[in-house]
């Protein structure tokens, strides 16, 4: 009898896992920012950055060799040959330069 009871609980349980979401859409997850129509975007969050990464950018096509960087956890330059770490810190600048020394890239993360 206890276990006919565990099964229907396990099956009810599975069931309720394939009903369709609830109208209205629940929550939603916005991943892009919003066109209002007159070619001008709408800000979102995909377009706020926490680092200083737009004031390194005019870096890009410089050598790694010839700029002043920073130094500390809110700042890291690597080649595209380093290994780093993956974690993802919002306030961190990476500047990404190649194996010339070219820097390619500048970004928050």
């Keep these: 009898m206890r276990l006919l009871i565990l099964n229907a609980l396990a099956a009810a349980i599975l069931v309720a ?3 369709p979401p609830p109208p209205g859409g629940g929550n939603t997850i916005v991943t892009a920012s919003a066109d209002t129509g007159t070619g001008d975007k709408e800000p979102g969050l995909a ?3 926490l680092c200083d990464a737009e004031e390194y950018r005019p870096l ?3 050598n790694i060799a010839a700029v002043t960087l920073p130094a500390g956890p809110r700042m890291r330059a690597f ?5 780093v770490t993956q974690e993802y810190i919002p306030q ?5 330069y190649e194996t010339d020394g070219r820097i390619i890239r500048v970004y928050c993360g």
């Design 47 to 49: 377009d706020i950055e």
């Design 92 to 96: 961190r600048t990476n500047v990404l």
């Design 79 to 83: 080649s595209v040959d380093d290994i």
């Design 60 to 62: 890009i096509g410089s």
């Design 17 to 19: 896992g394939c009903a």
